[in-house]
């Protein structure tokens, strides 16, 4: 089955823009988490979504928002884009019950590069 | 909060050599540990994991155990391939596994010379 979609991979932005990335998740996977990773601070975790609602979020600045929809995709968005916002960000699905949640199947990721 | 500390490397080796990667960690309670692997320009792939105390993780000839008394979630392989050349990433998660909170090391680069 297909894997974790991400779109664009590639995106090129300039300061104080702002930006949405799209994440497809494993069919059946409703849990979606954002990650971003930079050279500095390494795999930094932004949020996860579940059934539509944000149930945990990471150290990130109100710029940085997400929602998912009713077929579990789910959008990422960073307003007012800064040169720190450079990285790859990555996406994550698992399939989560309310009993279990199975490992971590991530994306190719999204590279921003913000000029 | 939760930390992971993993050597960063470069680190570079003949093929068939013996590696070993450390990883030490930091939490409360008893989380999960992982070890993830990315290729260039891939995302990262679950190499290996364990859930509790003395687990021994194994895939691809990677192994890893869970060490509760030192803290610590090495990975190791007997004889590495050109093809292992990525890198690897140290986890660990307090829920249970899934994708949310995954907190990682900042990644080993590993270079396997022919």
């Known amino acids: 089955k297909a894997g974790v979609t991400q779109t664009p991979r590639y995106l090129i932005k300039t300061r104080g823009q702002q930006v949405t990335l799209s994440c497809s998740p494993i069919?059946?996977?409703?849990?979606v988490s954002w990650y971003q990773q930079t050279p500095g601070q390494g795999l930094q975790f932004l949020f996860e979504?579940?059934?539509?609602?944000?149930?945990n979020k990471g150290n990130f600045p109100g710029r940085f928002s997400g929602r998912q929809f009713s077929n579990s995709r789910s959008e990422m968005n960073v307003s007012t884009l800064e040169l720190g916002d450079s990285a790859l960000y990555l996406c994550?699905?698992?399939?989560?019950?309310?009993?279990?949640?199975?490992?971590?199947?991530f994306g190719q990721g999204t590279r921003l590069t913000v000029v | 909060g939760d930390s992971v500390t993993q050597m960063e490397g470069p680190v570079t080796l003949s093929e068939e050599a013996c590696l070993t990667i450390?990883?030490?960690?930091?939490?409360?309670?008893?989380?999960?540990l992982f070890w993830y692997v990315q290729y260039p320009g891939e995302g990262l792939q679950l190499l290996l994991k364990?859930?509790?105390?003395?687990d021994k993780g194994s895939n691809k000839g990677f192994e890893a155990t869970y060490r509760k008394e030192t803290t610590s979630f090495h990975l190791e392989k007997g004889s590495v391939q050109v093809s292992d050349s990525a890198v690897y990433f140290c986890?660990?998660?307090?829920?249970?596994?899934?994708?949310?909170?995954?907190?990682f090391g900042k990644g080993t680069h590993l270079i396997i010379q022919p």
């Open positions: 994550a699905s698992s399939l989560r019950t309310a009993t279990m949640n199975t490992e971590a199947f």
């Open positions: 069919s059946g996977h409703r849990s």
């Open positions: 979504y579940f059934s539509e609602t944000q149930r």
């Open positions: 450390n990883c030490t960690y930091t939490a409360t309670g008893y989380p999960s």
């Open positions: 364990a859930t509790k105390a003395d």
């Open positions: 986890a660990l998660s307090d829920r249970g596994g899934g994708a949310d909170g995954l907190t």
